[in-house]
Each structure stands twice: as C-alpha cells, then as structure tokens.
C-alpha cells in the first residue's frame, strides 16, 4: 500500500526558507516520477515541481530560481527547498507522483507567509 507522508510547513515570514519533506512507503521514490502541489484558498490546486523518474525536473513559472525539488533514494523521500518565500506561496502543500494520481493525495503540509 502506498502511503505519502508530508511534513515540515510552517509559518515563516516573507524572504525566509522552508523545506518540505514527503516520505514515500510502498513506492520508490526514485523510479516513479514525482512532485510537490499546493493549493490556496480559493484556488485550484497546481504543479510547484515535479521531477520525473530519468531526472528531468519542470517548475511552475512562479517558483522558478526560488525552490528546488530533490529526493533520497536512500530515505525513499521527496523534498522541496522553498527559499526567498512570498505571501503569496501561503498555500497547503502535498506530494504526489508526477503526473498526479488520484487516490494518493494526502493531508499536506501547510505552509504559511506572512509578517
């Protein structure tokens, strides 16, 4: 049974960092593709980063230079350093694969930008 666990949001304040972490059980890591998606209020959730099973690695347009998606095959987890984060990344954050597969979004990490 494959389970996603997300963790390490939080409340930061805008230009700080924060890295996420999602540790994958019943699955490899390294050989599906994966990927980081947020959803705020309001809106749809979206694509922040997803890094395909070769390596290939494609941001969302409104993180590029400021977050970097990797994994350890060895822990079996995904992670996502956001740095330089904005208001407007205050969003619930959740791991999935890459493309996105139905029945394994999990609760998320919430993540929180503000002064």
């Known amino acids: 049974q494959v389970q996603l666990a997300e963790s390490g949001g939080g409340l930061v304040q805008p230009g700080g960092s924060l890295r996420l972490s999602c540790v994958v059980s019943?699955?490899?890591?390294?050989?599906?593709?994966m990927g980081w998606y947020r959803q705020a209020p309001g809106k749809q959730r979206e694509l922040v980063a997803g890094?395909?099973?070769?390596?290939?690695?494609n941001y969302a347009v409104a993180v590029k230079g400021r977050f970097t998606i990797s994994r350890d095959s060895a822990k079996n987890t995904l992670y996502l350093q956001m740095n330089s984060l904005k208001p407007e990344d205050t969003a619930l954050y959740y791991c999935?694969?890459?493309?996105?597969?139905?029945?394994?979004w999990g609760q998320g990490t919430q993540v929180t930008v503000s002064s």
């Open positions: 890094i395909a099973s070769e390596g290939t690695i």
């Open positions: 019943g699955s490899n890591v390294d050989s599906n593709g």
């Open positions: 999935n694969y890459f493309p996105a597969r139905f029945p394994y």
